[in-house]
Nanobody, 119 residues
Framework: QVQLVESGGGLVQAGGSLELSCAVS????????MGWFRQAPGKEREFVAA???NTVYADSVKGRFTMSLYKNTVYLQMNNLTPEDTAVYYC?????????????????WGQGTQVTVSS
């Protein structure tokens, strides 16, 4: 059984930093495509970052967010946060890497962690 458990969300002031973690059990993540998505109130879930062989980022977070993997945990280091980054953040796993941008291609999801950035 595959489980993804996020942690690390919280409330931070604009310009601050947070690091999200996603602990994965049931799969060795180095063999699969891992992604981070976020969903703000009233908006669709949007792609943030993904890592298979390479790491790719949404333009809105490029240069501020860094995705990394260590053992079976995925991290998202978020720096220089802005109120526009406020959302629930989800990690996800795609077993057959077809399209890292498409949330529907990811078979497994965590429960999400809230990130709130105050101005």
């Amino acid at each position: 059984q595959v489980q993804l458990v996020e942690s690390g969300g919280g409330l931070v002031q604009a310009g601050g930093s947070l690091e999200l973690s996603c602990a994965v059990s049931g799969r060795t993540i180095s063999n699969f495509l891992m992604g981070w998505f976020r969903q703000a109130p009233g908006k669709e879930r949007e792609f943030v970052a993904a890592r298979g062989g390479n790491t790719v980022y949404a333009d809105s977070v490029k240069g501020r967010f860094t995705m990394s993997l260590y053992k079976n945990t995925v991290y998202l280091q978020m720096n220089n946060l802005t109120p526009e980054d406020t959302a629930v953040y989800y990690c996800a796993l795609q077993t057959a890497p077809i399209n890292y941008l498409d949330a529907q291609r990811y078979e497994y999801w965590g429960q999400g962690t809230q990130v709130t950035v105050s101005s």
